[in-house]
């Protein structure tokens, strides 16, 4: 990618999904896991709280005991 993220490359910007955030359309289900190392509650929240700023229909469903895979059996019944 041509560098650390927080330097900024051309390649970490073109793959920057809020560099597209006024393109969001899609009403969206956001469903987060609290545990999820591999997207971190922030970017969770971010993409959320873009599409609703758009006015765009979106739920945030946000599972503090998940990690990147809803897994409980409680869980995935709700």
Do not use: C
């Not at 758009?54 to 709700?78: C, G, I, K, T």
């Amino acid at each position: 990618m041509g560098g650390a993220p927080w330097h900024r490359t051309k390649a970490y910007e073109s793959q920057n999904p809020m560099n597209y955030a006024a393109n969001f359309k899609t009403p969206t289900l956001v469903i987060h896991g609290g545990l999820d190392y591999r997207v971190p509650d922030a970017q969770g929240l971010e993409f959320y709280a873009a599409l609703k700023a758009q006015h765009v229909p979106a739920r945030l469903v946000h599972f503090p005991d998940e990690n990147h895979w809803v897994l409980h059996p409680q869980n995935s019944v709700f």
